[in-house]
Nanobody
Framework: VQLQASGGGLVQPESSLRLSCAGS????????VAWFRQAPGKEREGVSY???????YYVDSVRGRFTISRGNGKNTVYLQMNSLKPEDTAVYYC???????????????????WGQGTLVTVSS
């Protein structure tokens, strides 16, 4: 399982970014995909998840600002991030779950593969 996250950058507060998670050698649509983030000195936390059946979940801190979606036919999952805040600054990772369940989606150990991460910095 190979994943590649991209799309990070340096942006000002209230700006938007779209992150992409591309799969290689397998099909992302065959399972669930999560976005995690890790800020300096903090634990990696689950941000959003799209299940095999396209049920969607968000952590409270991003609900209403972030949108996860699949790129139909592109073997890619996106995370559209709007109204970014300085506290969104982190390295963002995508992760793949080979199955249907969305139970415990924020638990890191359930994921078979991780992308290398893309840095998002929100600062004025």
């Amino acid at each position: 399982v190979q994943l590649q996250a991209s799309g990070g950058g340096l942006v000002q507060p209230e700006s938007s970014l779209r992150l992409s998670c591309a799969g290689s050698g397998f099909t992302l649509d065959d399972g669930g995909v999560a976005w995690f983030r890790q800020a300096p000195g903090k634990e990696r936390e689950g941000v959003s998840y799209i299940s095999r059946d396209n049920f969607i979940y968000y952590v409270d801190s991003v609900r209403g600002r972030f949108t996860i979606s699949r790129g139909n036919g592109k073997n890619t999952v996106y995370l559209q991030m709007n109204s970014l805040k300085p506290e969104d600054t982190a390295v963002y990772y995508c992760a793949y779950y080979d199955g249907y369940s969305a139970d415990n989606w924020r638990q890191k150990s359930r994921y078979a593969g991780w992308g290398q991460g893309t840095l998002v910095t929100v600062s004025s």
